[in-house]
């Protein structure tokens, strides 16, 4: 649960530290990719960071939010908003030509493999760990999805009467059935750049036959 948070009337007021922001990010994403949750305390990441505990608190008002905060951030920095933002005479497909590619390529990081195994691991005993992952991480990228979707059909370049369904579909697509097993056991190495390309390709040949205007 919650560590108890120090008093940080001292600090209050200043302006935060965007560099120890970041190392306290940083250190936070592998001390919970090591222990987990549970495992990883405010102190640690604090001397992970360099930083005093009260800093830490200062950025982070608890453990929960800094668990979330990283989950956003590395999601932030490779499928950033702005990917799901479409305008007028941008080409759909084009569009989720890119957004397929950039989530295949997050979670096929080397840190996101660690931290979904972590989590098939350690998730039933730690619950809050779980939700947190899910709503900071899958939820957001869902939720871009749908907004994404609706704007296209807003647009005429889609026909999706359940952009909800249909986003499910299109990453259910991606990550596809036994490969990507295999991929999370182990068993099998990440595609490459080339592969995750002509893949996505194919789903997005698909998906927009199935919801293309005409």
């Not at 360099?50 to 008002?61: A, E, I, M, N």
């Not at 800094?66 to 305008?87: D, G, H, R, W």
Request: aromatic residues 8%; charged residues 20%; negative net charge.
């Amino acid at each position: 649960m919650n560590e108890p948070m120090p008093s940080a009337t001292a600090s209050r007021g200043r302006p935060k530290d965007p560099a120890k922001r970041q190392a306290i990010l940083d250190a936070a994403k592998h001390l919970f990719l090591t222990h987990g949750f549970t495992g990883a305390s405010m102190d640690a990441v604090a001397n992970e960071a360099g930083v005093s505990k009260l800093t830490v608190y200062s950025h982070f008002s608890d453990k929960e939010t800094l668990f979330t905060a990283a989950i956003e951030a590395k999601c932030v920095s490779q499928m950033p908003v702005i990917m799901f933002n479409l305008e007028p005479g941008m080409p759909v497909a084009e569009m989720l030509q890119k957004i397929g590619e950039a989530f295949l390529e997050m979670i096929y990081h080397e840190d996101s493999l660690k931290l979904m195994r972590l989590l098939s691991a350690v998730g039933a005993q730690d619950q809050t760990m779980a939700n947190l992952f899910y709503e900071a991480g899958p939820m957001r990228t869902r939720n871009e999805m749908i907004r994404f979707l609706r704007r296209a059909c807003d647009l005429d370049q889609l026909r999706v009467l359940n952009p909800e369904r249909a986003s499910e579909l299109f990453f259910g697509m991606l990550q596809g059935g036994c490969t990507h097993i295999q991929i999370m056991l182990g068993c099998s190495e990440p595609p490459s750049a080339k592969e995750v390309s002509a893949h996505v390709e194919e789903v997005v040949r698909v998906f927009t036959r199935a919801y293309g205007p005409n």
